[in-house]
């Protein structure tokens, strides 16, 4: 059940007509009270004699007692909407659940004789609305700081004990939601997204592609946003408002959004506290060899389960933030069969990318560093390269969910939940074309290179042993089993630690899976050419186990 408290109001009698009208697209069917302040309040919705001018001079009596002393905005408005696979609340359940969040929002505390008077009314099956005019007995304005937070937690306790769906509940670090006036100018316009929403896709992707505050403006503004940038008298920066050159206001002005307004994360203090120059870590290097930014990025995503299972919750978030900027980064430069699902999971995971926690961003700035070298590097021309680093992308988010799940973050996990599904997709996708090749080598494979990479997988993995060898992508997996031998890895332990990355019980093909895990983990080319010769040694050569290559 979620409880929606809009702006305080002036006119009692203006939301009572809505609340006892049509509605705006008819859908407000026989509006009636179902509680108020002292159950004798007139009904306009059941009773012929009572009319709204009656209704709302009632609720405005003290508000005329009080006169000057009253506030000039003195209407309390809130609507408790129950989920779609709810039960169908009765009148008297709904009546009940009014009180109790009165009680807990402070407008009327249970058993105060001067608490304000309200009332609720109901017109859809679904759904109440509770007006309150913010006047005690005593003449004086209620105490009703923090009414959403108190409301929220009433409402858990509501559904658990009427056996309702547990929403996901924020923890005030969600990004500003549109008003109805964003959306109905967003679809006046031909707009998906509002203005606001936009912005905050093209500021989050700046933030991901910059190396500092400067070059941050600098691609904001070669995107075609607006941008003011604003000073202290000093000259240092303070803040910065940007704006789309297409929406304007009744003047013809443009409509400037802070970047606080876009998102908690993306004021100019935390913007320059992420982009600040990294100090070295222990905690958080790259490896020792020179390698390329994607297999830089793709060894900072595999590390992330682990970082969230051991670190502290500062480190931790700090990963889980680069996570979102990964993301924020992939649509720039996959290939466009890919752009749109990932550019959904980046938008799903925005939600996850913040919570209450603080993070400590130098923890996991050399990952910061690999991000942005992404965007400079060229794009995979193939998906071979991508299907390896969204497998480890998916087990980082699928982390990244437990993680904010443990913590009772719930909206945060949902968000990723969500994301999830986004990046599976796009792994289908890029995973489809690249292992014909290393599929066709894997059917020429000698029968003795056969038999004994058969043995291998029943070692490493004797409970998927059979499912894996059943499979169409089981040569696949041989050609590559028999790749990691002739670069001198043990292929058992390989394969063993390729498959305890993550459960393999929803994988669609776990030996394609496989096949991505087991090339990145030894270091194999993610499609070698189909003329390469296949023949493992009869016995490895300097074999050593993937862990300790890794932490090199």
Request: glycine share 4%.
């Given at each position: 059940m979620i409880a929606k408290i809009g702006k305080a109001g002036a006119n009692t009698h203006g939301v009572l007509r809505y609340l006892y009208g049509a509605g705006r697209a008819n859908e407000h069917t026989d509006p009636h009270l179902v509680a108020s302040w002292d159950g004798f309040a007139p009904d306009p919705g059941r009773d012929e004699a009572a009319t709204l001018a009656q209704l709302a001079t009632v609720l405005d009596l003290r508000v005329k007692q009080a006169g000057d002393r009253a506030p000039d905005k003195h209407v309390w408005h809130c609507s408790l909407r129950a989920a779609p696979e709810d039960r169908i609340l009765s009148d008297e359940d709904w009546a009940v659940i009014t009180r109790r969040v009165l009680n807990a929002t402070g407008i009327a505390p249970a058993g105060d004789p001067d608490a304000c008077r309200w009332v609720a009314v109901r017109h859809a099956d679904d759904h109440i609305h509770i007006v309150a005019t913010k006047v005690r007995g005593d003449l004086t304005p209620p105490r009703h700081w923090n009414d959403r937070p108190r409301a929220d937690k009433e409402l858990v306790a509501i559904e658990k004990e009427y056996g309702l769906r547990q929403v996901p509940r924020g923890d005030r670090t969600a990004a500003r939601r549109p008003t109805r006036a964003e959306q109905e100018k967003a679809r006046r316009t031909g707009r998906a997204a509002t203005p606001a929403e936009r912005l905050r896709t093209t500021v989050r992707t700046a933030v991901a592609a910059a190396t500092d505050t400067e070059e941050f403006f600098t691609?904001?503004?070669?995107?075609?946003?607006?941008?003011?940038?604003?000073?202290?008298?000093?000259?240092?920066?303070?803040?910065?408002?940007?704006?789309?050159?297409?929406?304007?206001?009744?003047?013809?002005?443009?409509?400037?959004?802070?970047?606080?307004?876009?998102?908690?994360?993306?004021?100019?203090?935390?913007?320059?506290?992420?982009?600040?120059?990294?100090?070295?870590?222990?905690?958080?290097?790259?490896?020792?060899?020179?390698?390329?930014?994607?297999?830089?990025?793709?060894?900072?995503?595999?590390?992330?389960?682990?970082?969230?299972?051991?670190?502290?919750?500062?480190?931790?978030?700090?990963?889980?933030?680069?996570?979102?900027?990964?993301?924020?980064?992939?649509?720039?430069?996959?290939?466009?069969?890919?752009?749109?699902?990932?550019?959904?999971?980046?938008?799903?995971?925005?939600?996850?990318?913040?919570?209450?926690?603080?993070?400590?961003?130098?923890?996991?700035?050399?990952?910061?560093?690999?991000?942005?070298?992404?965007?400079?590097?060229?794009?995979?021309?193939?998906?071979?390269?991508?299907?390896?680093?969204?497998?480890?992308?998916?087990?980082?988010?699928?982390?990244?969910?437990?993680?904010?799940?443990?913590?009772?973050?719930?909206?945060?996990?949902?968000?990723?939940?969500?994301?999830?599904?986004?990046?599976?997709?796009?792994?289908?996708?890029?995973?489809?074309?690249?292992?014909?090749?290393?599929?066709?080598?894997?059917?020429?494979?000698?029968?003795?290179?056969?038999?004994?990479?058969?043995?291998?997988?029943?070692?490493?993995l004797p409970d998927l042993a059979e499912q894996i060898l059943a499979e169409p992508g089981w040569p696949a997996l041989a050609a590559s089993l028999a790749d990691a031998e002739v670069a001198g890895r043990d292929a058992v332990a390989a394969l063993a630690e390729a498959a305890a990355q993550r459960e393999l019980g929803t994988a669609a093909s776990v030996s394609e899976v496989l096949v991505w895990r087991l090339r990145h983990l030894a270091d194999l080319p993610p499609q070698p050419a189909l003329g390469q010769p296949v023949s493992a040694p009869p016995q490895v050569k300097s074999a050593r186990p993937i862990q300790q290559r890794r932490t090199r």
């Open positions: 691609i904001l503004r070669g995107t075609g946003v607006l941008v003011n940038v604003l000073h202290f008298p000093s000259g240092d920066i303070r803040g910065y408002k940007v704006a789309l050159p297409d929406d304007t206001n009744a003047k013809g002005e443009p409509v400037w959004f802070s970047g606080s307004t876009l998102a908690p994360d993306l004021s100019y203090p935390k913007i320059n506290e992420r982009l600040a120059p990294a100090r070295s870590t222990t905690a958080d290097q790259p490896s020792g060899r020179r390698r390329k930014a994607w297999q830089h990025v793709t060894d900072a995503a595999t590390r992330i389960p682990e970082i969230l299972a051991q670190a502290d919750d500062a480190t931790a978030q700090a990963h889980i933030t680069v996570l979102a900027e990964t993301l924020d980064a992939l649509p720039l430069i996959a290939p466009a069969a890919y752009k749109h699902q990932l550019a959904q999971a980046a938008n799903a995971f925005e939600r996850a990318s913040r919570s209450r926690i603080r993070a400590h961003h130098q923890q996991a700035q050399a990952t910061r560093r690999a991000v942005k070298a992404i965007v400079r590097e060229p794009g995979p021309k193939d998906g071979a390269l991508l299907a390896i680093l969204l497998d480890a992308i998916l087990l980082a988010v699928v982390a990244a969910q437990h993680w904010h799940h443990t913590r009772h973050h719930d909206q945060q996990a949902e968000a990723a939940r969500q994301a999830v599904e986004h990046l599976h997709a796009a792994y289908l996708a890029a995973a489809v074309q690249p292992p014909t090749v290393i599929h066709q080598r894997g059917l020429r494979l000698t029968a003795t290179v056969q038999q004994r990479q058969t043995a291998l997988v029943r070692q490493a």
